[in-house]
């Protein structure tokens, strides 16, 4: 006898916005399972307002509406028992950031969380990392977003370090990232991973998501430094439109992609890892655990 059931995730990101509907499988006796029902992806790209005007634009936040009131009618159709909408760095700093999450509540009846980058990092654990981590290694999980990059260490299973920095993709587009922000991330990695051998990188986020795809390796096998830098310098080679028509990536993909991977190889370059594993995790995957777990 199995019971199964449904729970969804709303990320709010800087780069767009996203409804994982999962189904529960609960047996006796045996583990429980995640699997993914359906997901949504809405480019709305609100880094973009938050990060150079401070605020939500009317248009944005009229197309977060329309988005949130489709969500919530996908759950009614899925008959989705539980939900949790978190939205990360680009309302954290927008100025009405509240506003909009008002205004969403009261027009499309989804009430949102603003999250910190600790907060997002420790949701993001929640997910099936320790799955793949073995008990004795070290890992540094690096989570790239529109506005921000989280680093966790992982050492035995446990956190032992996590810091959120102002460093995105959105961020880097319109050149709001200063040299000192990667010195800062660069001296932190450093300091963080003294004393401890061997640190793993475990990468995240749809960017590195692309590049392990384009990469067409099987699952459990990492990309190396050595690639990366590859796929780094040949998009950077070809113009938007040719990553558009000849890789076959998405019009908010393909812009985003070039520093995203530039962060990861950054992160890569400072710890001194020469590969990174790619599990397909994310902040919706984080959220659907960390409620059932009442985490959250």
Not at 92 to 115: C, F, M, P, Y
Not at 119 to 125: C, D, G, H, L
Request: charged share 25%; aromatic share 8%.
């Amino acid at each position: 006898m199995i019971t199964i059931k449904k729970y969804a995730a709303i990320d709010i990101g800087s780069n767009a916005m996203r409804l994982l509907i999962t189904n529960i499988i609960e047996q006796k006796g045996k583990e429980t399972q995640f699997n993914k029902s359906a997901l949504i992806r809405v480019p709305i790209r609100l880094g973009q307002d938050a990060f150079t005007t401070g605020q939500i634009s009317e248009e944005n936040g009229n197309r977060m509406v329309d988005a949130m009131n489709a969500f919530r009618l996908l759950m009614n159709v899925y008959k989705v028992q539980k939900y949790k909408a978190c939205a990360t760095s680009a309302m954290r700093e927008a100025h009405n950031g509240k506003e909009i999450v008002k205004l969403i509540q009261d027009k499309a009846s989804i009430d949102i969380e603003i999250i910190d980058g600790k907060v997002e990092a420790a949701i993001i654990a929640s997910s099936d990392l320790h799955n793949l981590m073995h008990t004795n290694a070290n890992y540094l999980f690096v989570d790239v977003g529109g506005g921000s990059t989280e680093f966790t260490l992982f050492s035995k299973g446990n956190i032992v370090a996590a810091k959120s920095f102002k460093n995105g993709t959105v961020r880097l587009l319109n050149n709001m990232v200063d040299e000192t922000v990667w010195n800062e991330i660069e001296t932190w990695i450093k300091h963080q991973i003294e004393g401890y051998d061997d640190v793993i990188l475990i990468g995240s986020g749809g960017n590195i998501n692309k590049l392990f795809k384009m990469s067409e390796k099987n699952l459990d096998k990492p990309l190396s430094y050595k690639y990366i830098a590859s796929e780094y310098k040949k998009l950077e080679a070809m113009t938007y439109e040719q990553r558009i028509a000849e890789l076959g990536l998405n019009t908010d993909r393909a812009d985003v992609i070039i520093p995203a991977t530039k962060i990861y190889l950054h992160a890569m370059k400072s710890s001194g890892a020469k590969q990174i594993f790619v599990p397909k995790i994310g902040l919706s995957d984080g959220i659907v655990k960390a409620m059932y777990f009442n985490r959250i």
